[in-house]
């Protein structure tokens, strides 16, 4: 009777020393998955945390190097390349002087005329002698060697003709219609602030620095300007006209609704010479320079020695990418991240060879389906 009251005993306490390391190893186990779970939850938020950081400084970083070394090079060539400019023209120092004077008296009494001359006219005539030879390729085909540097090698191979003269006749109504009347509004806003027409001229090193600024501007407020425009409700009615063409030529650079023609294709340009009180040479030259510049970006081939157009082809392309001008903002704001995993990112470079980049880097191989 005893030994059969502790051998009943002995097993109820095994049986409950069993359950009692079971509960034991289970709660160590749940404690152990526990933290592991939050010390890998921890390292991943560090480390987001750690590249959200380094890539926000690594882009300041850039911007910094960028303009500093922009002001340090005006800084140590401005003289040299003023002397080589002039050497170049074989002429003196007061080159470009007499030749504003000559200009300036032809006009005496009519400023205005002069002021519209240079800021309508002009422009007008870089866009369309630039978008003219490239209109002769995409529409011809000629010459031919030009379509290898097609960034999108399968499109516009030539041009639909009835998009195109839908696009021209939009692109003449802007620039008469919306940019001429700008212009003259910006003739008196400038009149009013100080004289667009001085008789004499800024100094070569003064141009610079206000073309250096005018592009800083830009790129702030056409970035800004650009992303409101992709706003759903404001996409559909307004900036969907300019993404019909998802390869780009030249002339679509201005192609528009009338909206979006004022605040993120002309403000941008027209605010910078404003704010600075820019001479009307300065002025005109920048405008001149922005037309060719959106031409060049909107052109649909990387040709040598002329700028990159990969970045903004891409936006067309994509449309949720690269909202900017220099890239400088996309950077900071991370709204060039896909882009910088692309072919065309690797393509994005001064080309210096007659080699088209298409060739050299070539997009990967589709895979087999």
């Known amino acids: 009777m005893t030994l059969t009251y502790w051998t009943v005993y002995s097993v109820r306490v095994k049986v409950r ?17 526990k933290d592991t779970n939050n010390r890998e939850a921890g390292d991943v938020n560090s480390r987001v945390k750690q590249e959200g950081n380094g890539g926000l400084w690594d882009s300041i970083t850039k911007a910094a190097f960028i303009m500093g070394s922009g002001i340090l090079l005006l800084a140590a060539f401005g003289n040299s390349l003023t002397w080589h400019l002039q050497r170049f023209w074989g002429a003196s120092g007061d080159f470009w002087q007499d030749l504003w ?13 002069l002021f519209y001359l240079g800021t309508m006219l002009a422009p007008l005539v870089a866009f369309w002698a630039t978008n003219g030879l490239l209109l002769l390729v995409d529409v011809t085909g000629w010459p031919s060697f030009i379509t290898r540097y097609r960034v999108q090698a399968d499109k516009n191979s030539p041009v639909d003709q009835k998009k195109l003269w839908h696009a021209i006749r939009h692109v ?11 212009v003259v509004g910006i003739y008196y806003l400038m009149s009013w602030r100080g004289d667009p027409l001085n008789a004499q001229l800024p100094t070569f090193h003064r141009g610079l620095m206000e073309l250096a600024v005018c592009s800083l501007v830009e790129e702030l ?45 002309m403000l941008p340009a027209v605010s910078g010479p404003v704010l600075l009180g820019s001479h009307l040479s300065t002025t005109s030259l920048w405008y001149c320079l922005a037309f060719i ?14 700028p990159s157009p990969e970045f903004h082809d891409y936006h067309h ?7 900017g001008v220099l890239g400088v903002l996309d950077r900071l704001h991370g709204t060039d991240g896909k882009f910088r995993q692309t072919k065309q990112y690797e393509r994005h470079a001064l080309l210096t060879s007659l080699t088209p980049l298409s060739e050299s880097i070539p997009d990967a191989p589709k895979k087999l389906q």
């Not at 004077?101 to 005329?113: D, F, I, K």
């Open 101 to 113: 004077t000559r200009l300036y008296l032809q006009y005496e009494g009519h400023p205005a005329s």
């Open 17 to 33: 020393d069993r359950r009692a390391t079971r509960r034991l190893l289970f709660t160590s186990k749940m404690t152990f998955n």
């Open 317 to 323: 392309l994509k449309f949720n990418q690269n909202f």
């Open 293 to 306: 510049s959106t031409s060049i970006s909107h052109c649909g081939y990387h040709l040598p020695f002329l």
């Open 172 to 182: 003449v109504f802007n620039q008469l219609m919306v940019s001429g009347p700008m």
């Open 221 to 265: 407020m056409f970035y800004y300007s650009h992303r409101l425009f992709h706003h759903p409700t404001l996409y559909k009615h307004f900036h969907k006209q300019h993404h019909e063409w998802t390869a780009p030529i030249g002339l679509v650079s201005i192609y528009a609704h009338p909206l979006e023609h004022v605040l993120s294709n």
